[in-house]
């Protein structure tokens, strides 16, 4: 199921999108007037801490809807909503993998990748959502550059996950573009602020239901910047895999329904060129990833 934030009159929602429409069930709508179920969660992080039963309550709000007289009043058009990130507001620090692909990691200026895992973190303030126009932030940064990459959403708390049971605790995966203004990440020394400015965290269009893929270590992800190639990598490449990343990750860390976390970048970010060609006011970024969609922003 590819689910989706919209805010509609002001209201916080979410749904699932319509097969073979651009358009999205209100499935609180559906509640509220047709009262399916005995309870439904009101937030999409308390939704997806119900696990797998949370994709099964909706599709029965989903057939609901359906056999309506007023099918049409509970979905809304893409055209009519605002689009907002899957998870619009994570738990804690949106957790991020470094330096996970070994080419990327080289044209960062490493001799060799990490042996150990490398984790840093982006503010929940940077959160954006698919089709924002975001701010360049040209009075902090002159180079603010793209990574394209595989997100996943935790499903259920959980704290040293072992490997063999770390898929147990993802509830499914969506699209993640960490934007990171390079010169001020350098200047301080660590990532936190140079990772964290407002907007540098899009997140998108969907959150794909962990059943959807089956597969998480062989998806393609593509980042084009203003239609030209830029990113062309998969994630049999990842260095750490999802399982490793979860399961390291909750020996220190205890991860919680809706946390995000960032699984690293393949080669090919505007720092690894000669010369580097970082974003700029007008640039168009499209990061695709196999199963989930297209996260597509401009800056200005």
Not at 91 to 119: F, T
Not at 220 to 225: N, Q, W, Y
């Amino acid at each position: 199921m590819k689910l989706l934030s919209f805010k509609l009159d002001g209201k916080v929602k979410f749904g699932p999108k319509v097969k073979k429409e651009e358009a999205v069930w209100d499935v609180l709508k559906i509640q509220e007037e047709l009262n399916v179920l005995p309870s439904f969660p009101s937030t999409i992080i308390d939704g997806i801490s119900l696990g797998f039963d949370f994709v099964e309550k909706m599709r029965k709000l989903v057939e609901a809807a359906k056999q309506s007289d007023e099918v049409e009043a509970f979905k809304y058009t893409f055209t009519e909503i605002e689009w907002l990130a899957p998870i619009p507001r994570t738990p804690k620090n949106i957790l991020c993998v470094g330096k996970n692909y070994n080419e990327h990691a080289v044209e960062m200026g490493a001799d060799k990748a990490p042996e150990n895992i490398m984790i840093f973190t982006k503010s929940p303030t940077a959160i954006a959502a698919d089709g924002m126009t975001l701010p360049i932030h040209a009075d902090k940064t002159d180079s603010l550059d793209y990574e394209g990459e595989l997100a996943i959403v935790i499903g259920k708390r959980g704290q040293n996950i072992p490997k063999a049971m770390a898929y147990d605790y993802v509830f499914g995966y969506t699209i993640g573009n960490d934007l990171s203004a390079r010169d001020v990440q350098y200047r301080h020394g660590q990532f936190f602020l140079g990772k964290s400015l407002d907007g540098t965290c899009p997140l998108g269009p969907y959150l794909v239901s962990k059943d959807e893929i089956p597969n998480p270590q062989n998806l393609s992800i593509v980042t084009k910047v203003n239609g030209a190639l830029r990113q062309n990598g998969s994630t049999k490449d990842m260095m750490f895999s999802v399982v490793d990343i979860i399961s390291i990750v909750s020996q220190y860390v205890t991860l919680e329904p809706g946390d995000v976390i960032l699984t690293g970048t393949p080669v090919g970010v505007g720092k690894g060129m000669n010369p580097p060609q970082y974003l700029k006011a007008g640039d168009e970024v499209k990061v695709s990833i196999e199963g989930i969609g297209t996260l597509v922003n401009r800056f200005e």
